[in-house]
């Protein structure tokens, strides 16, 4: 029995891979901050249809935070605050992005990406790097976990105020160990999805039926608006 997206109140994988293209376009042409703001609380709102509301909500409550600081360090005056703008510019136009891509991959299985990339007929050499990668982010919350709990036992805090006290520890004890982890994870996902058959030319089956729905058709085209109105702000 195959179990059916639109039941699931889900959107096609290849239609949320158009709409962070879309948000790209959309955050590089936005023609000031109220814009990107307003982008961001579009992303919020797509991010509570997909399910992701805890890290939707407080992904908009965070980039909140950076739009007033931003705009109160606008109003002074210095070099360094010339220098701190152009830094958060940055973090401005990456920022949608990146909460767009953190909405995609929490609420897109790995089979689900699979079968997909599959009916678009995407190389194997692209679908295999970006199934291990969907594969291993959630390890990387669950492996901080466990480095914060060693932390602990050593009397290290790591917190911003324990990074602030010790620093070089800080570093030491959390990216020393999760980048090791990391080389171990990758090789250890990579030979998992090699004797699952991920390399196998044979068409994949898949229980999950992938297809275009009325809300996919509905949500895309709010997105080309988006991008319509913030390229012509932008242009003109």
Known sequence: MKIDLKQRDKLDPRTKVFLLFLCI?????APSLKYELILVCIICIFGIYQHVIRYA????????????????????EGGF??????????????YPCGMMSGIIISST???????????????QKIIIPVAVMLRYLPTIKE???????????????????GFMKNPL???????VPL??????????LTIASITRGIENPVSRTSLIHIG????????????????FVFIGKGVF
């Open 109 to 123: 299985h790995v089979g689900e990406f699979l079968t997909a990339m599959n009916q678009l007929h995407m190389s």
């Open 179 to 188: 980048m090791m982890r990391a080389s171990q994870t990758a090789d250890e």
């Open 169 to 175: 520890m800080t570093i030491e004890c959390i990216y």
């Open 143 to 161: 492996d901080l976990g466990h480095i914060k709990d060693a932390m602990h036992l050593r009397d290290v805090s790591p917190s911003l105020l």
């Open 81 to 94: 605050q010339v220098s701190l703008i152009s830094f958060l510019g940055l973090i401005h136009q990456v």
């Open 57 to 76: 909500i407080l992904s908009l409550l965070a980039y909140i935070v950076i739009y007033i600081f931003t705009i109160l360090l606008m109003k002074w």
């Open 212 to 227: 275009f729905h009325i809300q996919d058709v509905i949500i895309a085209i709010v997105f080309i608006i988006i991008n």
């Open 25 to 29: 376009i959309a955050a590089i042409f």
